[in-house]
């Protein structure tokens, strides 16, 4: 029996939002433009210690995460995903652990993925928010030093005939180069993937650009048919 795999990015792909925005917007820090840091994840750190140096407790971060909802086309998406004896679902997101698993249990989803590749994160024992990453030294020059999703990607495809690579950002234009002429990138009408996937003249993937929401079930439902 051939078997799908779907690839979930999280922010601007699953949830309408980027997870982070909702802490980033608390600390009157400089800009992800103008910080200084290579990395999101360096910079999200620096934005966590300083938010809860200025007394933001873990139970208001926690509630920050879970306060995210996920569209009801989305959720129907990924249910039918799992629901599926052809196709199975996995995030790779810049984000971290932590706070996709917050959102995810908030809005039902815990169980519809059956992995969550992303930067570790946890409260420490003095409930400081930590977060590292998901792994160094991978050798590509088009991603950030803590992931590439390609590499992450890999021993995932394992069992697979054909995957799905849902995606919107700059870190998503990696791993949809990376697929073949069997697979299929959907790609968030607007965004940077959407504009750019093509640049290089090297997507060999099958590309759709979505509205997503209900564009996304339509397309999800149709190519589980």
């Keep these: 029996m051939s078997k799908t795999l779907f690839v979930f990015d999280f922010d601007n792909t699953l949830i309408n939002v980027n997870v982070d925005?909702?802490?980033?917007?608390?600390?009157?820090?400089?800009?992800?433009?103008d910080s200084g840091f290579t990395t999101w994840t360096d910079y999200m750190q620096h934005i966590f210690t300083a938010i809860q140096s200025r007394g933001y407790t873990k139970e208001q971060i926690v509630?920050?995460?879970?306060?995210?909802?996920?569209?009801?086309?989305?959720?129907?998406?990924?249910?039918?995903?799992?629901?599926?004896?052809r196709?199975?679902?996995?995030?790779?997101?810049?984000?971290?652990?932590?706070?996709?698993?917050?959102?995810?249990?908030?809005n039902g989803m815990a169980e519809m993925f059956k992995e969550i590749i992303s930067n570790p994160a946890h409260f420490d024992s003095q409930g400081?928010?930590?977060?590292?990453y998901y792994h160094r030294d991978h050798g590509c020059p088009s991603c950030p030093a803590n992931l590439c999703k390609t590499e992450a990607l890999v021993p995932h495809k394992v069992g697979y005939n054909r995957i799905v690579y849902v995606g919107d950002g700059y870190n998503d234009i990696?791993?949809?180069?990376?697929?073949?002429?069997?697979?299929?990138?959907?790609?968030?009408?607007?965004?940077?993937?959407?504009?750019?996937?093509n640049d290089s003249g090297m997507l060999?993937?099958?590309?759709?650009?979505?509205?997503?929401?209900?564009?996304?079930l339509?397309?999800?439902?149709?190519?589980?048919?």
């Design 128 to 132: 400081l928010f930590k977060i590292d």
């Design 174 to 197: 990696c791993p949809s180069l990376s697929l073949s002429s069997n697979d299929v990138v959907l790609a968030r009408k607007g965004l940077y993937l959407a504009k750019h996937v």
């Design 204 to 216: 060999k993937a099958t590309l759709h650009v979505l509205d997503f929401d209900e564009a996304l």
């Design 21 to 33: 925005d909702w802490f980033t917007e608390l600390a009157p820090d400089k800009p992800w433009e």
């Design 63 to 85: 509630t920050g995460m879970e306060s995210i909802k996920i569209s009801q086309p989305i959720k129907e998406a990924c249910r039918a995903i799992n629901t599926s004896q």
């Design 218 to 225: 339509k397309t999800v439902q149709e190519i589980l048919v």
């Design 87 to 106: 196709a199975d679902a996995i995030i790779i997101s810049d984000a971290n652990t932590f706070s996709i698993k917050q959102v995810l249990k908030a």
